[in-house]
């Protein structure tokens, strides 16, 4: 079965700097996909940004990028300029061959003025 | 376009009675996935359907079963209530089914209590 891991229960930055979430992930599989949800107080879950397991290249949105590591299984998202809006719960999300996502425990983002 | 819509929002229930929760996916999306949020946890995978027939299903008691309508809408239902049921049920949709780098859209969820 595949496993998601956030390290980071809470993690702190301040406005207008660099923060960095951790993820590491286990499976077995060759294909799959990997996700960065933000889900702010409201609950809804937001899409951040998405990684295709067969794509070198580290994905980026906006101030949004990932660090994406396949052979170490490790997927961070990186947040520069951090925004007081960015504050909320940050999961970490794997999509593999039975189509259903696979979550972390999640991250505390919060944001200091 | 509507976003993937849940009702009810909020409900209270009292052990041992039934629930049933709605979804309607967005428009054109034709898969429907029902996850459970615990308070401080992620979300955990119940069911998958698509097209109207179930395509996967997490490790929850028979208790909980659900089913797709030929609208592509979607109802979970869950008997015998207990008070771990208590959690946050979210409904997301996507355009098929299958492994695809598609978007899943999450709803609001129903905030569900038992006591």
């Known amino acids: 079965a595949q496993t998601v891991t956030q390290s980071q229960p809470e993690m702190s930055v301040q406005e207008a700097e660099t923060v960095t979430l951790s993820c590491t992930y286990d499976?077995?599989?060759?294909?799959?996909?990997l996700f960065w949800y933000k889900q702010p107080p409201s609950r809804q879950m937001i899409l951040v940004i998405r990684?295709?397991?067969?794509?070198?290249q580290n994905a980026t949105e906006n101030r949004f990028s990932v660090n994406f590591q396949k052979a170490a299984k490790s997927f961070s998202l990186k947040i520069s300029d951090s925004q007081l809006g960015d504050a909320a719960m940050y999961f970490c999300?794997?999509?593999?061959?039975?189509?259903?996502?696979?979550f972390g425990a999640g991250t505390i983002l919060r944001v200091k003025s | 376009d509507a976003g993937v819509t849940q009702s009810p929002t909020h409900l209270i229930k009292t052990r041992g009675q039934h629930v049933t929760l709605r979804c309607s996916p967005i428009s054109g999306h034709k898969s429907v996935s029902w996850y459970q949020q615990v308070l401080g946890q992620g979300p955990q995978f119940i069911f998958q359907?698509?097209?109207?027939?179930?395509?996967g299903r997490g490790n929850f008691p028979d208790r909980f079963s659900a089913r797709q309508f030929p609208n592509y809408s979607s109802e979970l239902n869950v008997n015998a209530l207990l008070l771990g049921d208590s959690a946050l049920y979210l409904c997301?949709?996507?355009?098929?089914?299958?492994?695809?780098?598609?978007?899943?859209?999450f709803g609001e969820g129903s905030w569900l209590t038992v006591v």
């Open positions: 499976t077995s599989e060759s294909d799959y996909y």
């Open positions: 999300a794997y999509k593999g061959y039975g189509n259903k996502l696979v």
């Open positions: 359907y698509y097209e109207k027939e179930e395509r």
């Open positions: 997301a949709s996507s355009l098929d089914g299958s492994l695809s780098g598609n978007t899943i859209y």
């Open positions: 990684q295709e397991a067969y794509k070198q």
